[in-house]
Every structure is written in C-alpha cells, then in structure tokens.
C-alpha cells in the first residue's frame, strides 16, 4: 500500500478513468482538439449538465452542445493563450438559458496531472475545483 509522509497510508484514490467512467467527468477531448487543445480534455459533470447541456426549449433559438461546448473551448483556448507562468485560467462564458436570459458563469481552465502524471486538461465550475 502507498505511503505519504505526511499522511500515513492511502485509504482510498479515485482516478481520472474512474470518474470518466462514472460521469463525474465528461471526455471532450475530440471536440477539444479540433479547437486546437492538444492534452486529453474533460469538463465537470456540473459544467456539462447545467451549461452545456441547453436548457429543454431551447433547440429553436440555435443552441446546440456542440455549439455551446464550442463556444466554451474557443474562450477557454483565448484565456489559455493570455496565461503566463500558471496551471489555471478563469475566463467568463455567456450561456441562453431561456429565450432572451443568458447567464454569465466563471469557468476554470486547469492544467494538472493526469492517472499516470501525464499532462491533461479539466474545464470546470468554481464550486467543482
């Protein structure tokens, strides 16, 4: 069993697969390439469902996930590019949530390590960091 010196031993870890498997992260990383991220890509379960995932009724008035997942990569790609010398971005997004109301959310870029230290990316709600 590991150990951490200043822990003890580790009880329990829940990978980045096992919560890809579960739902609690969504794998967006195609549509994250095609943006022009180039590290595996996922957002929070929260993120997804109460944002990208539009608001029943609102198919009529163009809103799509791929065009609000799009619209949140493209920002999340700008906010990258301006970032120096840190793991994390914050950028704001404007999502419809019903015809003619739209909510303003503040997103979190994060580059960290993935289950085997590898480089990912996670895209995620304040209250989901």
Do not use: C, W
């Not at 890809?20 to 469902?49: C, M, R, S, W």
């Not at 990258?80 to 404007?94: E, G, H, I, P």
């Amino acid at each position: 069993m590991p150990t951490d010196k200043s822990f003890g031993n580790v009880i329990y870890s829940y990978s980045r697969e096992q919560a890809i498997a579960d739902g609690v992260l969504v794998d967006i990383t195609e549509q994250a390439k095609a943006t022009g991220f180039k590290l595996p890509t996922v957002v929070t379960d929260n993120l997804y469902h109460h944002y990208i995932e539009p608001p029943a009724g609102l198919a009529g008035e163009g809103q799509s996930v791929t065009g609000r997942l799009h619209d949140l990569l493209t920002l999340a790609l700008f906010a990258a590019k301006r970032a120096v010398n840190s793991d994390r971005v914050y950028f704001k997004v404007s999502f419809l949530m019903s015809p003619g109301r739209s909510e303003s959310v503040e997103v979190i870029a994060h580059i960290g390590p993935g289950d085997s230290a590898e480089p990912v990316l996670t895209i995620m709600l304040p209250e989901d960091d």
